[in-house]
């Protein structure tokens, strides 16, 4: 017997009971804001560890987890080992060790991921193995000293921060297709906002081309510039686009390119690896699936609108006549993307032995659309169908169909298409467009701002894009990682795949 009230692990009774009244307490007062700074908090200030949540219980021996007191400290002698060298916060956030993505924590001296913080975590052990001392919680921002466990207090940490999680102000965004001025990263590259290379992993480049026009469209960039616009939605792919966009036109990046890492990673995940890393994937399918994932995640309500639709969605008038009905049939169907049909290339070559690379122009491929033009089409009934475009959207996207599939080979139709890369007038395309609504001022003319090409055979060709930077009208090539500035008569010489045109302002 050690006594006339039971003693477990070394705690009594009473000391048990004290403590869980109050752990209780604690858990009726609602937590603090997540990420709240402690700027105004003094060096040995004592303050409670509210955001660790080690999993390491045995580390506390009987201690409840919030009454942990860290001290707070202005100063620490180990900030002048931090390396912001080799510092990259594009890839997952899960531990190196464990794999687990709960209370992860960086080394700023040698860049891996860790968890937790008490005595038997990996971030604590790896503090006295590798003599590493600095840490940032990746989820609060906060920086703690191991394995002393204070917080450090620094402004000088605070570009680490700014590179974690970029932040843009509601006015800074307004300025961003202003700003001329290059960026210089921690490692010597020079660097455009909104014009960094995206590292492709492994045959992603239909998703780099992808976002690179995806960042040209400014309603939908200065949407996702600002978290607060989409903080009620819970999806991941929706959370992990906004980061992507914030780094991309991050004018404080310490390299001169970004990883979409986590982002392919929560595409994977959204689609059930319909496009995954190590695949290649065609843009146009891609695109069409993110902007109606996004438009479904972001949507508050079942008829709510989304900056997708604002943004892309147009709307057709489909009448359909069958053969020996002499009905017809017509409806109202809205569009994100227009298919555009190439006609069929030659068969025969010319005396020089080569193939002839037939040209149209787009004005030819939009007559489509003027609800005069019979497109026959065999499923799922023979039909003849008829098309015009009853609201324009301010953003038209155009898709060339370049690619068939048939029982053996997949065929690639190398037609060029002349198309206009300014002043793109749509009422002299599709003379039926309707007139704006009295008293509304609505422009028929379009600019081009994003053209994504490919090049080389159907199988083994890659993709590219064009895209022109606003703030000085200046056109730039990407793939993957080679940006660089190009003529505009090299944008239409180009095979396009898909476009995006933005409409004037009046």
């Known amino acids: 017997m050690k006594g006339e009230r039971e003693v477990k692990n070394g705690v009594s009774e009473d000391e048990r009971e004290v403590k869980r009244k109050r752990v209780m307490e604690r858990s009726d007062s609602p937590p603090p804001p997540l990420g709240e700074g402690n700027g105004n908090k003094v060096r040995g200030e004592v303050v409670d560890d509210e955001d660790d949540d080690d999993d390491d219980d045995e580390a506390s021996k009987g201690r409840g987890k919030h009454s942990r007191h860290v001290e707070v400290r202005r100063d620490c002698p180990y900030l002048d080992t931090v390396n912001r060298q080799v510092l990259d916060f594009d890839f997952e956030r899960f531990c190196s060790v464990s794999l687990s993505n709960l209370n992860v924590y960086a080394c700023l001296v040698c860049g891996k991921y860790f968890q937790g913080r008490s005595q038997k975590s990996h971030a604590y052990t790896h503090s006295l193995e590798a003599g590493h001392h600095v840490y940032i919680n990746l989820l609060t921002e906060k920086v703690y000293c191991l394995p002393d466990s204070y917080e450090i207090n620094d402004p000088s940490l605070d570009d680490i921060r700014h590179v974690l999680n970029p932040r843009f102000s509601r006015a800074q965004v307004e300025e961003l297709d202003k700003n001329r001025q290059w960026s210089r990263a921690l490692d010597g590259s020079d660097y455009l906002p909104g014009m960094v290379g995206l590292n492709n992993i492994q045959k992603t480049e239909f998703v780099n081309v992808t976002i690179q026009s995806l960042m040209r469209v400014t309603p939908l960039r200065n949407f996702f510039l600002i978290p607060e616009n989409y903080q009620h939605c819970k999806s991941p792919l929706v959370h992990r686009f906004g980061e992507l966009t914030r780094k991309i036109w991050h004018a404080r990046n310490f390299k001169g390119q970004v990883s979409p890492h ?28 993110l902007l109606n994932t996004l438009h479904m995640d972001l949507k508050t309500s079942k008829d709510a609108s989304s900056i997708i639709h604002k943004c892309f969605q147009g709307e057709l008038e489909v009448v359909r006549e069958y053969q020996g009905n002499e009905n017809k049939e017509i409806s109202r169907m ?82 060029l298409v002349n ?21 509304e001022k609505v422009c028929s003319k379009y600019n081009l701002i994003a053209n994504i090409v490919h090049d080389g055979k159907p199988e083994d060709g890659y993709f590219r894009v064009f895209v022109q930077r606003k703030s000085q009208e200046l056109w730039y090539e990407m793939q993957d990682l080679h940006v660089a500035e190009t003529l505009p008569q090299m944008v239409e010489l180009s095979e396009a795949y898909m476009q995006i045109y933005e409409q004037q302002d009046e």
């Open 419 to 439: 198309f206009p890369v300014k002043d793109m007038e749509l009422r002299d395309y599709i003379p039926s467009l309707p007139r704006a609504p009295e008293g």
């Open 262 to 289: 986590e982002f392919l990673q929560a595409v994977m995940k959204a689609s059930k690896k319909r496009f995954r890393i190590g695949q290649q994937s065609d843009p146009v399918e891609f695109m069409s699936w």
């Open 334 to 415: 809205p569009f994100l993307m227009l298919g555009l049909d190439l006609p069929p290339p030659p068969l025969f070559k010319d005396v020089m032995e080569k193939n002839i690379i037939p040209q149209v122009a787009l004005f030819d491929l939009l007559k489509k659309f003027d609800g005069e033009t019979v497109t026959e089409v065999v499923r799922p009934k023979l039909a003849r169908m008829r098309y015009r475009i009853t609201k324009s959207p301010p953003y038209l996207m155009f898709h060339m169909v370049r690619f068939k599939k048939n029982n053996f080979f997949k065929e690639k139709n190398p037609t």
